[in-house]
């Protein structure tokens, strides 16, 4: 049984899954990034901080930290804090872009005790290299899993789903598979961060129609061959398939709501805690350096309204994921990203569609605001040029420019 | 607040208990059968980041399909030029003048990657 399956009825409150940006500092400047990550933030943790971080963690009893950024090896303290969680007994896991990820990088990562690691890769090489933002980055990243298989270390794939990539995503499960992948984690790219800025990408709720059944099929198919797939939090809810896209193999898990600040944990690289790694900022109750994170940690606040006030499956669902809900309808409680709704709506003839009516301010994790319109489900298509990943007008909105590669070499030689 | 669900027998979506039909398939109520029970109470914890569980359950180690590592040292052959010794792995300390290539780069002793070795005449 893996460290992250627990019985969410029986046990305690406890942050069990921490997910913890070291640094935002990173080697790409992607277009869909929810952080906005490129350059380092103000204030960031200190390697002696962020071990004083593990120890509590410990103490709380946290079972898997995953390290991501920006890129966590960018950390001057990565592999001192990986070290320092494994020798407290908790599983260590990294995600990367995978650009710097050099077998030495590879190896000195598995000598401190880093487990396993996911390599994102957003579709096959014309839209991960358009969405990453840079020729070679698809190239790079089949790198990194050979370089973290050469370590001997686990290697998985995750993959945000969108407009730019969708058509992908079966032939991209035969290149990770023959690549060696054996478990792969999909989600939806929530407009959030420069996703926001680029409203063309995002999928519109009714597309979920046929992407949930393709998802499934897929997941049964990597099954029969020994890979597993698994949803991010906000790829559901409650279609006919619950039970087979939840399940990690078999099995009648379901969605049981948001775990944000019940089991789950985010920390951002200045010392912000929340409940969720991907919650907006106006979720961080305070910093590491002045209160516990004890005292920090706490699920979010949120009502269901609209839609999810009154499904069948409200109470059980609460809503779907906080942060995605949030990122659309700018308060959490209300996700028109839903498999059930969609459906049910599809069932009246209906669809919802998303319209930006304005720029996000261009800070980590922020939104742009949206109208939600509902249409026929016939209505005509919004045409959309294909490659138009051109952000929309807001003139602060600038990505930073990505950093030089890095030379892990250089930095890691054992 | 939670509500229960139970399992539709003819599409197998999960339909709150006491619905007078199945909310996908619209079969009626007869066909609701299998209470999901305890099982269902088991959660796979997932934030949008991080590997997909399940791998370790189903792929307790980590195997790449070439190549053994009988030293333990982490690297498999073809990688590792030596799988006997666990010194002995791309990355490892090289002593120069020792007679081994414990680096795995074809000399003993670190190699300045930058030079060239000359042709022997």
Same mark, same amino acid.
């Given at each position: ?35 906005? =990550?490129?350059?380092?933030?103000? !204030? ?41 969680? @494994? ?6 896991? &990294?995600?990367?872009?995978? *650009? ?14 880093? /487990? ?43 993959? %945000?789903? %969108?407009? @730019? %990539? ?53 997941? $049964?198919?990597?099954? $029969?061959?020994? &890979? ?10 409650? !279609?006919?398939? /619950? ?50 994170? =004890? ?5 979010? /606040?949120?009502?269901?309204? !609209? ?11 609460? !809503? ?14 209300? %996700? ?14 209906? @669809? ?35 490659? *138009? ?9 600038? =990505? ?15 | 607040? +939670? ?20 909310? #996908? ?33 189903? #792929? ?26 666990? +010194? ?25 990657? +930058? ?7």
């Amino acid at each position: 049984m893996t460290r992250r399956r627990l019985d969410v009825i029986a046990e305690a409150r406890h942050p069990a899954y921490v997910v913890w940006e070291l640094t935002l500092r990173c080697d790409h400047a992607c277009a869909h990034c929810g952080s906005r =990550a490129g350059v380092a933030r103000d !204030g960031e943790l200190s390697t002696a901080e962020a071990l004083r971080v593990v120890e509590e963690l410990a103490q709380l009893e946290t079972r898997e930290v995953v390290l991501i950024g920006g890129e966590a090896y960018l950390h001057e303290g990565f592999l001192a804090i990986a070290r320092a969680l @494994r020798d407290r007994s908790i599983a260590v896991a &990294v995600t990367t872009g995978g *650009r710097g990820v050099t077998p030495a990088l590879a190896i000195a990562m598995k000598d401190a005790g880093v /487990e396993r690691v996911s390599v994102s890769i957003d579709g096959l090489e014309d839209a991960h290299d358009a969405i990453r933002a840079r020729r070679g980055s698809f190239a790079g990243a089949l790198a990194a899993i050979d370089a973290i298989r050469g370590a001997g270390l686990g290697v998985a794939a995750n993959t %945000n789903v %969108n407009r @730019r %990539n969708r058509d992908d995503l079966e032939a991209l499960y035969v290149v990770l598979r023959e690549r060696g992948v054996r478990a792969w984690q999909i989600q939806l790219t929530a407009p959030l961060g420069r996703a926001a800025d680029r409203t063309d990408m995002i999928l519109q709720p009714y597309d979920l129609l046929a992407l949930v059944p393709r998802i499934v099929a897929l997941k $049964a198919r990597a099954a $029969a061959d020994g &890979v597993t797939i698994m949803p991010g939090n906000n790829l559901g809810y409650f !279609g006919p398939e /619950e039970t087979t896209l939840r399940s990690p193999s078999g099995g009648k898990d379901h969605w049981r709501g948001c775990q944000a600040g019940r089991f789950v944990m985010g920390i951002e690289s200045d010392g912000g805690v929340k409940g969720c790694p991907s919650l907006q900022r106006a979720y961080v109750r305070g910093s590491v350096r002045d209160r516990s994170i =004890a005292e920090l940690w706490a699920p979010p /606040e949120k009502t269901r309204w !609209g839609f999810c006030a009154t499904c069948d499956f409200g109470p059980i669902c609460d !809503g779907g994921c906080t942060f995605t809900a949030h990122a659309i309808m700018g308060r959490p409680g209300n %996700n028109p990203y839903c498999h059930y709704r969609a459906r049910t709506l599809a069932a009246r003839g209906l @669809r919802e569609r998303l319209l930006p009516r304005g720029a996000a301010p261009g800070e980590p994790f922020d939104c742009a605001p949206f109208d939600l319109i509902e249409e026929p489900l016939d209505a005509p298509e919004p045409i959309v040029a294909r490659e *138009r990943l051109v952000r929309i007008t807001r003139s602060s909105a600038r =990505a930073p420019r990505a950093l030089p590669a890095p030379d892990p070499a250089a930095r890691y030689r054992p | 607040m +939670s509500i229960e669900l139970v399992e539709c027998d003819a599409c197998g979506g999960l339909v709150p208990a006491g619905a007078r039909s199945c909310l #996908h398939c619209r079969r009626s109520s007869p066909f609701f059968a299998r209470v999901i029970a305890s099982g269902a109470a088991l959660l796979t914890l997932m934030a949008c980041y991080g590997a997909p569980p399940g791998y370790w359950r189903d #792929h307790p180690t980590p195997v790449a399909p070439e190549g053994t590592d009988a030293d333990g040292d982490g690297v498999r052959t073809p990688t590792d030029c030596n799988d006997d010794d666990a +010194s002995i792995y791309p990355g490892a300390a090289d002593a120069d003048g020792d007679g081994i290539d414990q680096s795995c780069d074809g000399v003993d002793g670190w190699r300045d990657p +930058s030079v060239v070795a000359a042709p022997k005449s």
